[in-house]
């Protein structure tokens, strides 16, 4: 019965956070309350850190068991392929503006820009897989050992970031068009692909093309 809860809970959760960062649940916000518009961003990266204690507190009450791990000689390469992944993440920081990702810049300069119309960014991990932060993300989920809760929320997580990657890449596609789509076809989703990647001046060549297309949103 407690697995039943956690999943609701992250489906819960997943449910609010999809609503929210909808274009439309931005536009209405910004209608409704015009001066707190550049805090939008802020206000929804709190929202998401505050709901998500629901789902992780029953996931850590339920703590049990293991009932899942990688066997043998895959013990010491899962935890070297999480470190690994711990560490990529750590390192695509460098290539994100984290005031911006916050909400903090939109706040400080009264920014009411909606995310989606910002211009098309390209970080190197990106030339790799179009959404390295979930890949990461993943890595690190799966190479550890579980219990029940753990396994239950390990894979309500993996499905919302499959279906919350696909609609997100619906605004993308929206937003950046043709530039974008040859993105996706160039580049893998989730898992990357040694055939599949861009190099340095093909990935300037997109962006560039994602300016000229779309002027009005830089």
């Given at each position: 019965m407690r697995i039943v809860w956690i999943l609701a809970a992250w489906t819960g959760y997943f449910v609010l956070h999809s609503a929210l960062a909808s274009t439309r649940a931005k536009t209405a916000f910004a209608r409704r309350f015009p001066p707190l518009a550049p805090a939008y961003r802020l206000l929804f990266n709190a929202v998401a850190l505050v709901s998500a204690v629901v789902p992780l507190g029953l996931a850590w009450a339920a703590r049990g068991p293991v009932v899942w791990a990688w066997p043998g000689v895959g013990?010491?390469?899962?935890?070297?392929?999480?470190?690994?992944?711990?560490?990529?993440?750590?390192?695509?920081?460098?290539?994100?503006?984290?005031?911006?990702?916050?909400?903090?810049?939109?706040?400080?300069?009264?920014?009411?820009?909606?995310?989606?119309?910002?211009?098309?960014?390209?970080?190197?991990?990106?030339?790799?897989?179009?959404?390295?932060?979930?890949?990461?993300?993943?890595?690190?989920?799966?190479?550890?050992?579980?219990?029940?809760?753990?396994?239950?929320?390990?894979?309500?997580?993996?499905?919302?970031?499959?279906?919350?990657?696909?609609?997100?890449?619906?605004?993308?596609?929206?937003?950046?068009?043709?530039?974008?789509a040859a993105y996706r076809r160039a580049v893998p989703g989730l898992m990357p692909l040694p055939w599949r990647w861009l190099t340095r001046a093909q990935a300037d060549a997109l962006t560039k093309a994602a300016a000229r297309d779309r002027p009005a949103a830089l």
């Open positions: 013990t010491p390469i899962a935890r070297v392929l999480g470190a690994g992944a711990a560490a990529g993440f750590l390192w695509t920081l460098r290539a994100y503006d984290l005031q911006e990702f916050l909400g903090l810049r939109q706040w400080q300069t009264r920014d009411a820009t909606p995310d989606d119309r910002q211009r098309l960014r390209i970080s190197p991990l990106h030339r790799f897989v179009r959404h390295p932060w979930y890949f990461l993300g993943l890595v690190m989920l799966w190479t550890q050992p579980m219990d029940a809760a753990r396994l239950a929320s390990a894979l309500a997580i993996t499905a919302y970031l499959v279906v919350g990657s696909r609609l997100e890449e619906k605004k993308l596609l929206h937003t950046h068009g043709a530039p974008y």
